[in-house]
């Protein structure tokens, strides 16, 4: 049923509120690394995240989509892979629920119920959680104790993106509906913004900027010595390369960055590639 979904969406044929939806959209990226070739994906997404398993782990991984631990505590996803029990926590519009009136908060809720779970499995217990922001930001655990931050494990829906691009750039002869299946999803994630940067034809920065075309710009992220997960601007005011990721600050309006110049140096004119959005 995601699967046919994938069109849907792209071509505005589902109820606004479902575009919002989390669900919908764990739905869509998850049951994908469900249904694909899980030697391809699901194996080197894993591997992404810091997950070592084996192919053959991967390939028999279970998925459980929302299961329901015995105080009623409900995370999105839980997979069960080789040696281990990954609890996925997903938000995308939504913050993380806060402790309130005797409850405890959500994260701690996953993360007790995942761990009792685990030992009841003999598997080794991992918190992945993953949200739309573009990097890490200590205020997306805003209210989560903080002997639980450490123990988290954060990415975001920009990074499946990228993944699915570079897969299937280093794997052009896999099945052709493996491929479609990916560029669907990888289409879909674009058409909700969830990307880093826009754009292939790079160019060195040799030229006056004030003959540059006006938009957002972006660094290629493998020339940055510092970088988060979103590198970029909105704007060519003054070129400068940030050095802290906690320091670039995403604008929800037209999906750039602006970086705090008096912490910033000069970047190097004569090596880094910028990206237009068009």
């Not at 997903?90 to 761990?115: C, D, H, I, M, P």
């Not at 006056?208 to 992220?221: A, H, K, V, Y």
């Amino acid at each position: 049923m995601m699967i046919t979904m994938y069109q849907a969406e792209l071509h505005s044929k589902l109820p606004r509120y479902l575009h919002r939806s989390e669900d919908i959209l764990t739905s869509y990226v998850f049951s994908f690394f469900k249904y694909s070739n899980r030697k391809v994906f699901l194996f080197n997404y894993l591997k992404s995240l810091g997950i070592n398993v084996s192919e053959q782990e991967s390939r028999n991984a279970e998925f459980q989509f929302w299961p329901i631990y015995n105080d009623h505590t409900e995370p999105d996803l839980v997979l069960i892979v080789g040696d281990f029990y990954i609890l996925i926590e997903a938000k995308y519009t939504s913050s993380f629920g806060q402790a309130n009136l005797g409850t405890q908060s959500q994260l701690v809720r996953e993360y007790f119920g995942g761990v009792k779970e685990a030992q009841k499995l003999d598997k080794q217990f991992i918190l992945v959680t993953i949200t739309a922001h573009p990097f890490f930001d200590p205020v997306i655990f805003l209210g989560t104790p903080n002997w639980l931050i450490p123990k988290i494990n954060w990415t975001n829906w920009q990074a499946v993106t990228i993944f699915l691009q570079r897969i299937l750039e280093e794997n052009p002869k896999i099945a052709i509906e493996q491929i479609a299946f990916a560029e669907d999803l990888k289409s879909l994630l674009i058409h909700k913004r969830l990307r880093n940067y826009i754009g292939k034809a790079a160019f060195q920065l040799k030229t006056n900027l004030n003959r540059l075309p006006q938009g957002e710009w972006f660094f290629d992220i493998t020339t940055a010595k510092y970088r988060g997960v979103f590198e970029g601007f909105s704007k060519i005011v003054s070129i400068k390369f940030i050095q802290e990721t906690d320091k670039c600050f995403y604008h929800t309006g037209n999906m750039g960055c602006f970086f705090d110049l008096k912490l910033a140096d000069e970047i190097e004119s004569n090596h880094t590639q910028l990206f237009f959005r068009r």
